[in-house]
């Protein structure tokens, strides 16, 4: 990222941080304490994706014998989340980011470990760079998919984020 409003040794502060397991665990409980309940798990936070899975277990499930679509939300939301955190990690001025939209679409059964994968990482900094530069909002689609052990699509994701840079205090 040339002539980029990002430091990368936040960057990469923030991807060791998170992807310490115990660090992760306890990120999650803090913060997102279902997710830690559920078990959801960090495979890959890069300057492009994010992938995390999530296993198929007795809290997870619905009584149709698979994973509740609430958990299979809650996952695929933080795979977009991850990224938009990574990117706003103690960046000046600091960012606001908030859902303001969620589409689902769920294609087949989830029955075991699904994994979720968001591969907006460079339009995410590009949208963040807008808004420190401008101060107005903007807004991103980011789309994640899930898939199943076999790596057949399982639901498609599509969560609306809104950004915007705060202006300094004088």
Not at 64 to 73: D, E, H, M, N, R
Not at 101 to 110: I, L, P, Q, S, T
Request: proline letters at 5%.
């Amino acid at each position: 990222m040339t002539n980029s409003i990002f430091n990368p040794s936040n960057i990469r502060e923030y991807q060791k941080r998170v992807g310490n397991p115990f660090l992760f665990k306890i990120g999650l409980m803090k913060d997102l304490p279902l997710a830690s309940v559920i078990g959801v798990k960090l495979k890959q936070l890069n300057e492009e994706k994010c992938e995390l899975t999530v296993p198929y277990k007795f809290l997870n499930k619905n009584p149709f014998k698979t994973t509740y679509w609430a958990v299979l939300g809650m996952s695929a939301e933080m795979a977009s989340g991850l990224l938009l955190l990574m990117y706003t990690h103690k960046l000046k001025p600091s960012v606001s980011t908030f859902v303001t939209g969620c589409e689902a679409k769920f294609v087949k059964r989830a029955l075991g470990k699904t994994t979720f994968r968001c591969e907006q990482g460079k339009e995410i900094a590009e949208k963040i760079t807008r808004t420190v530069q401008t101060f107005e909002p903007e807004e991103i689609r980011c789309v994640t998919n899930a898939y199943d052990e076999q790596g057949e699509l399982v639901a498609e994701f599509v969560f609306t984020w809104g950004i915007k840079a705060r202006k300094p205090k004088n």
